[in-house]
Nanobody
């Protein structure tokens, strides 16, 4: 059983920064894809950033150059460093994981492209609010 617990959300002014963390508990074999999604009321979840077992990353166009996803395997933690935040970044942010994938697996490009996508595990989310 894998559990994901997000933290680090809050309220900031435009131009500010936040670092989200996702504590990952549980063990698995094989490759994985970890991702951050976000959701605003009345809209579906959209992929923001992904990172796979090899450390390969991908970002949505809306956050590219401002957000950085990283993983610390020793601490079992996923991060999302968010810089130069904008009011349109306001959303609930969710950590997600796909695990136990074959050796050739890498993160599906649909996630960072913002297409609807369902993963194996989700956290409960952390709210980010950016004021102008």
């Amino acid at each position: 059983q894998v559990q994901l617990v997000e933290s680090g959300g809050g309220a900031v002014q435009a131009g500010g920064s936040l670092r989200l963390s996702c504590a990952v508990s549980g063990y698995w074999f094989g490759r994985h894809c970890m991702a951050w999604f976000r959701q605003v009321p009345d809209k579906g979840r959209e992929g923001v950033a992904t990172i796979d077992t090899s450390g390969t990353t991908s970002y949505s166009d809306s956050v590219k150059g401002r957000f950085t996803i990283s993983q610390d395997n020793g601490k079992n933690t996923l991060y999302l460093q968010m810089n130069n935040l904008r009011p349109e970044d306001t959303a609930m942010y969710y950590c997600a994981a796909e695990i136990e994938r074959p050796p050739s697996f890498s993160c599906p490009p649909e996630i960072a492209a913002g297409a609807p996508y369902s993963t194996d595990y989700w956290g409960r989310g952390t709210q980010v609010t950016v004021s102008s």
